[in-house]
C-alpha cells in the first residue's frame, strides 16, 4: 500500500516531511524517533490509519488505542515535568532567600527581602504585599509596609525597569533595600494607617488567621459575610491571601496578598508555597526585632552608664570644690577681721594727721594696700560662692541696665562714655543674676583699665543662634595674646594689666554654668569681652 506519511521508511528526503524544522535535520535518518516526536501527530499518519481500517487490517481497531494511550501519558510527563521544575525554580528560590533570612539580623534587610520575594516575578510574582506586625506592647496588630504598583501605569513601568535591568532576586531586594524601602511605606501610608486591629478582637480576620496558624483565602470580599467590608473597601480588591507569620507560637504579624493590577486568581499552590515561605520569615523578623530592641536597650544602658560616670565625675569635683571653697571662705574671713581693723586705724590716722606730716605718706600706701587686700579678699569670697550657683530665668537687658546705673559713678569719674545697643525682645536666659552681673562689671573695669582718660565703651545684647551674645568692646590698646591668656589666668601677672583673679574667675562662673567668655583684641585698636549665655540648658 502507498502510504501517504512517511513513517513506514527507514530514511527520507527533507521534501517528504513538512513537519521537521530548521535544527531536527537528524530525524530525517531515524525512523523511530521521527515516528514519536513528528508522525503520530501528523495529519498524513492519520489518513493511513483510517485507509488501513477501510482495508479491513485487525491492527486497524487496535493502534487508536495505544496511540491515545500514548499521547496521554505523554501529556502527563509533560505536565509532570513541568511541575518539576516550577518546584525545582521554587526549592532554588525559597535556598536563595532563606540563605538572608537565615544569617541577617537587620531588620530592613530582612524585610526587603521578603516583601520582594513575594511580589517579584521571579519570586512569588504577587501584585502587592502588605505587611502587619504586632506592636510592642503586645496590643495590636498595626500596618507597617506596603510593597507594589499603585495602579496599572505604575505596574507596567516597574516591570518593564525590571524586565531591561535583569536583576536577580537578591539584586532585586538589595536595589529595593536602598532605594525602594521608605517610598513604599511613604507610598502606602494611608492604607497601612487604617490597617490597625486590636489582638483581643478575636472575630477579625487577621486574628483568626493568627490563631488558626493558616493561611485564609478570602473571595468575593465585598459580599463575604464573615468580612468586614470596611478592610475590602481599604484593600480595594475582591480576593487576597491573609497569612499568618508564626514563629515558635509567638504572633509576628500577618501579610496581606492580593493581585490588584492583574486581577489573577490566587491559586492553591499559591497558598501553599507561601505558607511554607511564612515559617522563615516569621523567624527572621522575630530575630531582627529582637536583636533591634537589644541595640535600644545597649544603647540606654551606655547613655545610663555615661550619665552615672559623668554624675560620679561631678560628685567628686563638687566635693573637691566644696572643700576649696571652706578653705578659701574660712582663710578669707580669717583675713579680713584683722586687715578691716589695720585698715580703720590707718584711714583714722590718716584723717587726723596733717598735709606736712613725714608720717602721712606711710600712712596713704598702709590705706591704699590694705584696700587692694580687700578687692582680693573680695574675689576669693566671690568664687567661694561661685561653687553654688542659684539659677532663675532673668531678663538679660534688664540686668545690663541695672549693672550700668551701679558703675555710673566709676564711668563719669574716668570720663568715659558709655552706649548702650540692647536688642529688645530677647528670651529669658537661666543664670545666677548675680554672678553675671559680677562678670559684667568685672569686665567693664578691666576694660576701663586698658583704655585712656575719655575712651568709649559699648555694650551689646543680641540674640547668637541658640544663645544670647553680650558683647562689651573698648576704645583701649589692643591686648597682645599673652595679655589675653593673663587675664582668665588666676594671679597671673602682665605689665599691661597687673594681677588679680577678676577674669578668670568670670571664666570659671560661666563655663560652670555652660556659658563661655572670649576677648579678641581689634587690629585697629580696642578689645571684645563677649559672654554667650545659653538660653536652654539642663539643671545644673
Known sequence: MDWECCWSRDEIAPEECPYIGEGEEDLYGSQRRRVVEKCIECPR?????????GAGDPLADVLPFILTEYLEQKAQMGSMLGFLNSRTSEIKFLREVSLVLQTSIDLDEVLSIAMTAITAGKGFGMNRALLLMTDKERRNIRGYLGVGPKDYEEAWRTWD???????????????????????????????????????????????????????????????????????????????????????????????????????K?????????????????????????????????????????????????????????????????????????????IGGFARTLLKGSA????????????????????????????????????????DLNELITTSL????????????ICLSELSPE????????????????????????????????????????????????????????????????PFFQTQEMGAGVGLSLCKTILERQGNSLSIVGRAGGGNVYSIRLLTRKENL
Open 45 to 53: 499518519f492519520k489518513n493511513d490509519l483510517t485507509r488501513l481500517k
Open 161 to 263: 525597569d525590571i524586565g531591561r535591568r535583569n536583576f536577580t532576586l537578591k539584586e532585586l531586594a538589595k536595589n529595593f533595600q536602598k532605594t525602594g524601602l521608605n517610598s513604599e511605606k511613604e507610598k502606602f501610608h494611608d492604607i497601612l494607617g487604617q490597617l490597625t486591629v486590636p489582638l483581643a478582637d478575636h472575630g477579625h480576620i487577621f486574628n483568626r488567621a493568627l490563631h488558626g496558624k493558616k493561611p485564609i483565602l478570602v473571595e468575593n470580599a465585598l459580599n463575604n459575610p464573615d468580612l468586614d467590608r470596611g478592610l475590602a473597601r481599604i484593600l480595594g480588591v475582591d480576593c487576597f491571601l491573609v497569612m499568618p507569620l508564626i514563629s515558635r507560637n509567638r504572633r509576628i504579624g500577618v501579610i496581606i496578598a492580593d493581585n490588584c493590577i492583574t486581577h
Open 265 to 341: 486568581p490566587i491559586t492553591l499552590q499559591d497558598m501553599q508555597s507561601l505558607e511554607t515561605f511564612a515559617f522563615p520569615v516569621a523567624f527572621a523578623l522575630e530575630r531582627a526585632s529582637l536583636y533591634e530592641r537589644l541595640q535600644e536597650e545597649v544603647a540606654k544602658q551606655k547613655a545610663a552608664n555615661l550619665k552615672l560616670r559623668e554624675q560620679q565625675e561631678l560628685i567628686a569635683k563638687m566635693e573637691k570644690m566644696a572643700l576649696v571653697g571652706k578653705i578659701t571662705s574660712s582663710i578669707a574671713h580669717s583675713i579680713r577681721n584683722p586687715l578691716m581693723v
Open 355 to 394: 598735709e606736712n606730716d613725714e608720717k602721712r605718706s606711710y600712712l596713704e600706701s598702709i590705706v591704699r594696700e590694705t584696700r587692694q587686700l580687700e578687692d582680693v579678699l573680695s574675689e576669693v569670697l566671690d568664687y567661694s560662692e561661685s561653687l553654688f550657683p542659684v539659677m532663675d530665668f532673668w
Open 405 to 416: 546705673v551701679d558703675l555710673a559713678g566709676t564711668l563719669e569719674q574716668s570720663g568715659t
Open 426 to 489: 530677647l528670651p529669658m536666659v537661666r543664670i545666677d543674676y548675680k554672678q553675671i552681673s559680677y562678670c559684667l562689671k568685672t569686665i567693664i573695669s578691666t576694660a576701663l583699665a586698658s583704655m585712656e582718660q575719655g575712651g568709649e565703651l559699648r555694650v551689646e545684647s543680641l540674640l547668637d543662634g541658640d544663645g544670647v551674645l553680650l558683647r562689651i568692646s573698648d576704645s583701649g590698646n589692643s591686648l597682645s595674646e599673652k595679655a589675653q591668656e593673663a587675664l582668665t589666668a
